[in-house]
């Protein structure tokens, strides 16, 4: 019941090197309770809950389970004290099948012999809980990634935890998944279960949570219910610091630059039908849409990871499209992916590496020029000029948060002094503080003469950032917003229709 403390954390504190993840955090969880835990990436978030699960070691401080002190060497013992987490990547194996996966070296059995018959009963009667209508002797790799997620859950849920920790639960889900994922949500919070919820996305957390921890630079700044918090506050609390400026105003062109443009017409591929529009440099324009309107397809052409069917494009350079990502990269035109840690980023590779890569590749046409000192300078540039938080240029991009992860992403690009951004959902997964900067970022590229193309799931960013919007609907320009709310936008991404007062987008000429 509410009031009846389950977890009480004091004084936890982790290093990695010369890293400070954790510095002296404290946190107190009521049974019964949905309890949020925000902050910026970096801000020790993830940190904390692999520690409540067992897969990391604190150097200090003391955690309490239902009263009693524990240590939790493994994830082992954090099953045994009711502990169960879901990660933010998912764990499953792809190839097995989902009943494989629900049992993974835990398969019931009775006299050595494991019962097939009990799996099979107990995990249906599960899913169906969950609302999960799927064969569980198919492989985990044919569901979707919401799919797969229910899954993961399921697979704690089967060992009957105390506490359940979801560590970003919905990162990679759309709208339509992250609504069945609340909906389960709500119904196991309903029938007693205590959550420890990470998230970045503040709306959502104001949805599902009944309390609330901030964190900040690996301590715990606030907790409060809730319903006695405002999401302005709760952005005050994470980045210790007002939230007006999260959008930066237009900053003048640089002297001097001349105006560049790309210039569309008739494209058609993928998706796409017939798309004509004009980007020019000093401006950020927002590209809206829902998955599979042709925004996504718009930028891959562009890139050249996809080929057009119909059409004429004008880069700055009086060239036409791209041939291929490497052409793109030579002649200044960079991409950066809605997937980073698929798409952006070699994970297992240091910051030095990866920020150094592609310019090696357009300056040459091949890694073999590769030397550590010319990189090891490019990667001290980026770092200091993207503020991005390790150790050192040879940190591995796999120990990064998701916010310095796609600074790394943005640091690569910016070494070849590129002249078109594609920015395809460029903040996603980021948390507040970075996203900030990455506003910031976009500005200063757009004027320094870069032409910036900026698509977002995120409405208000599109709203609060944009100097003007081109919405897709079903492959085709809906047409042309400024100025408007994200009430406004959402209607016409979803129907295609346009207000009375709106434009037409930019002719070409």
Not at 112 to 139: C, I, Q
Not at 217 to 230: C, E, F, S
Not at 488 to 508: D, K, R, S
Request: with cysteine.
């Amino acid at each position: 019941m509410p009031g009846d403390i389950l977890i009480e954390v004091r004084e936890l504190t982790k290093r990695y090197g010369g890293v400070v993840a954790l510095a002296g955090m404290d946190l107190t969880v009521e049974r019964g309770t949905v309890h949020a835990v925000v902050g910026e990436n970096g801000a020790g978030k993830s940190t904390l809950m692999k520690i409540l699960a067992g897969a990391v070691r604190p150097d200090s401080g003391t955690i309490k389970v239902s009263g009693e002190t524990v240590t939790l060497e493994s994830p082992n013992d954090a099953r045994k004290r009711g502990i169960g987490i879901v990660y933010q990547e998912l764990s499953l194996f792809p190839e097995r099948s989902v009943l494989a996966n629900l049992y993974v070296n835990r398969e019931p059995s009775a006299f050595g012999v494991v019962s097939t018959r009990t799996m099979e009963g107990e995990s249906r009667d599960l899913l169906v809980r969950l609302g999960l209508n799927v064969d569980v002797h198919a492989p985990v790799g044919q569901l979707s990634i919401g799919e797969r997620q229910l899954v993961e859950l399921a697979r704690v849920l089967l060992e009957e935890p105390q506490l359940i920790i979801l560590d970003e639960p919905n990162s990679a889900l759309n709208e339509r998944e992250t609504r069945r994922l609340f909906a389960v949500l709500r119904q196991l919070s309903s029938r007693g279960h205590t959550m420890l919820y990470v998230s970045h996305r503040l709306e959502e957390v104001f949805e599902i949570s009944d309390r609330v921890t901030i964190t900040r630079n690996g301590r715990d700044v606030l907790t409060r219910d809730r319903a006695d918090l405002t999401i302005p506050e709760v952005i005050e609390g994470m980045i210790g610091a007002q939230h007006d400026a999260l959008f930066p105003p237009p900053l003048p062109m640089v002297a001097g630059r001349a105006e560049e443009r790309i210039s569309i017409k008739g494209l058609s591929g993928g998706p796409l039908k017939d798309v004509a529009l004009t980007a020019r440099s000093g401006e950020v324009v927002g590209l809206a849409g829902l998955e599979g309107s042709g925004v996504s397809a718009l930028l891959a052409i562009l890139f050249g990871t996809q080929k057009a069917s119909a059409g004429d494009v004008t880069f700055p350079d009086a060239k036409g499209l791209p041939r291929s990502p490497t052409d793109a990269a030579r002649r200044g035109v960079c991409l950066v992916p809605a997937d980073r840690r698929r798409n952006g980023l070699m994970l297992e590779k240091s910051i030095l590496f990866n920020i150094s890569h592609v310019f090696v590749g357009a300056q040459t046409g091949g890694s073999w020029l590769f030397r550590n000192g010319p990189a090891y300078a490019r990667a001290e540039r980026q770092i200091d000029n993207l503020k991005i938080k390790a150790g050192s240029p040879w940190t591995l991009a796999n120990q990064l948060s998701g916010g310095n992860q796609q600074k790394v992403v943005i640091g690569k690009w910016m070494e070849i002094g590129p002249k078109v951004f594609l920015l395809d959902d460029p903040t996603r997964g980021v948390d507040v503080g970075a996203k900030r900067e990455i506003y910031g970022l976009i500005r200063r590229m757009s004027a320094e003469g870069g032409i910036v193309l900026f698509s977002s799931t995120e409405l208000p960013e599109l709203v609060g950032l944009c100097d003007r919007i081109i919405v897709f609907y079903q492959g085709r320009i809906a047409g042309e917003l400024s100025g408007v709310d994200d009430h406004t936008l959402l209607h016409v991404i979803n129907t295609g229709e346009m207000p009375a007062a709106a434009t037409e987008p930019e002719a070409t000429s």
